[in-house]
């Protein structure tokens, strides 16, 4: 039977990388997407001249009854969820001193509570299979935080920490979960950096190189597969650090 993922953020970037990827593994792909439409509908659009067909869904996913209706969505089309990929996120880049409580609190909810609320409630059909694969895609930042990114950065560390302790928490009942921390991967997101801080960055980098949303892409794929990996962060950073 074929396997059912949905992949939040998943209309650009690192996320359009994943859905394409498992998209042409024949798994049975959501896509959610909640500003993006147009690069929802053209990556179907795209995907389906390969005769790929797709599923695209519009959720805030920092708002739980936008998840639930999700949720509901492929549950009654597919009967079950598979893969969880939480991808969704924003960045912010501010001076700490400069954070107001309003930047706090918006960044908790779009990068943090989204990967609580939707693991939540997708587990509640997870632990009735007994199965499952759950990918939180976090950041380096996460790891060894960033200047003028500490709120992003704790969002990050703290989907790491949710990771390792709720695969304790799901591993009797034979639900994986791991995040990947990608290092700087060549999407939107990334640029804001001019072409000279680019270079920096590649020299500060072992593979003197960037990476592409495939490389985190392959990852995936490569954990959706395996049986034996649970409540790790897999840094996929060219070697910008090496722990």
Not at 91 to 115: A, P, R
Not at 212 to 227: G, Q, R, T
Request: hydrophobic share 40%.
């Amino acid at each position: 039977m074929e396997k059912v993922a949905i992949v939040t953020g998943g209309s650009r970037g690192i996320g359009r990388a994943i859905v394409e990827a498992l998209a042409r593994k024949n798994i049975k792909v959501v896509a959610n997407y909640n500003q993006s439409e147009e690069k929802a509908k053209t990556l179907k659009a795209e995907l389906e001249k390969e005769n790929i067909s797709i599923d695209i869904f519009q959720a805030d996913v920092s708002k739980r009854e936008d998840i639930k209706k999700m949720m509901d969505f492929v549950v009654d089309k597919y009967g079950k969820i598979d893969i969880l990929i939480n991808n969704a996120g924003i960045d912010q880049e501010k001076m700490f001193q400069d954070i107001t409580d309003e930047d706090w609190d918006n960044i908790i909810k779009v990068n943090l509570y989204s990967v609580f609320c939707t693991t939540q409630e997708t587990i509640k059909y997870m632990l009735k299979q007994k199965s499952g694969c759950i990918i939180n895609i976090s950041s380096i930042y996460g790891i060894n935080g960033g200047s003028c990114a500490v709120a992003y950065s704790a969002t990050k560390a703290g989907i790491d920490g949710m990771t390792k302790a709720l695969a304790k928490e799901l591993g009797p009942s034979n639900i994986r979960i791991n995040s990947i921390a990608p290092g700087y991967i060549d999407t939107d997101m990334n640029q804001r950096y001019s072409n000279e801080e680019i270079e920096q960055i590649k020299e500060e980098t072992a593979l003197v190189k960037i990476g592409k949303p495939e490389d985190i892409a392959k990852c995936v794929e490569w954990l959706i597969e395996d049986n034996f990996t649970t409540g790790q962060v897999i840094s996929i950073n060219g070697g910008l650090v090496i722990t």
